[in-house]
């Protein structure tokens, strides 16, 4: 596919999908979810890809829908949202199941879907002036991309309640300490951080680690029982990998393992 509205590369094992609309800050319409669609399929695809590291171009990661190209549609609006939500919600759920983890690093503003496919990804890097705000209902609009699904989870329904209703802005050292994120970088070393934890991240035992995402948020609605059985039926099966016997072998000899991702 040609790729007009993102970049997408792969280097070391590592997918860089990056938001590619700078004049327009990386705003998402129909267009760009296509494309990250496309670019998520082949990251679930590609055996060669081991982790997925997602950034903006420009000042800032997102700032969430298309909101000039919306309201050139008139009464086509309705399906062309539902076009767009269509490719952006499938773009997210295969990023989400699929065992290379997601890293994404924010600068500047995530709002909105940027927002939301911030909030989704596995784990979230902020530089120290990033800001985070859902901003749908200052335009009138209720949430989308999996946000409704994640932020309750992450950081409970009272705050969720809060930044849905009020479009409260949350600093990085805010977001942090709610847990929507997972750790804070400097401005300048923000892509840096990130593309070394994508690195290790693609270095690791790729199974497992897709297991472990699989079994984490199956965790939240399974019965204790169930989940236990769960849990015993994927460390069996990650023994039959490739990558279990060599971390087994790697622990025993008092080595680094050398995992294949298989």
């Not at 924010?106 to 002036?129: P, R």
Request: charged letters at 25%; proline letters at 2%; glycine letters at 10%.
């Amino acid at each position: 596919m040609e790729y007009r509205s993102i970049d997408f590369t792969v280097q070391d094992q590592v997918a860089h999908l990056v938001l590619n609309r700078p004049g327009q800050a990386n705003v998402i319409n129909a267009e760009v979810a296509r494309e990250l669609l496309a670019a998520a399929i082949e990251c679930d695809e590609n055996p060669k890809i081991r982790a997925v590291l997602i950034r903006g171009e420009g000042a800032m990661f997102s700032g969430g829908g298309d909101l000039k190209t919306f309201a050139k549609k008139g009464d086509a609006l309705p399906g062309y949202l539902k076009e767009t939500t269509t490719y952006l919600h499938g773009a997210i759920s295969r990023l989400v199941r699929q065992s290379a983890p997601t890293v994404c690093a924010v600068h500047g503003f995530a709002a909105g879907g940027g927002f939301s496919l911030a909030v989704a990804s596995d784990l979230v890097i902020a530089a120290e002036s990033a800001k985070f705000t859902m901003a749908y209902t200052r335009a009138g609009l209720t949430p989308d991309g999996s946000s409704t699904y994640f932020l309750a989870r992450l950081i409970g329904l009272r705050r969720s309640l809060d930044m849905a209703l009020t479009n409260r802005v949350l600093t990085a050292a805010e977001a942090l300490e709610w847990g929507l994120i997972s750790r804070v970088a400097g401005d300048d070393e923000l892509v840096e951080t990130a593309e070394e934890l994508a690195r290790r991240l693609a270095s690791g035992a790729t199974w497992a680690l897709g297991a472990a995402k699989d079994l984490l948020h199956r965790g939240l609605t399974e019965s204790l029982e169930t989940q236990m059985e769960l849990e015993t039926r994927a460390i069996a099966d990650a023994v039959r990998t490739a990558d279990g016997r060599e971390g087994i072998a790697a622990f025993l000899e008092k080595r680094k393992p050398r995992f294949v991702g298989r």
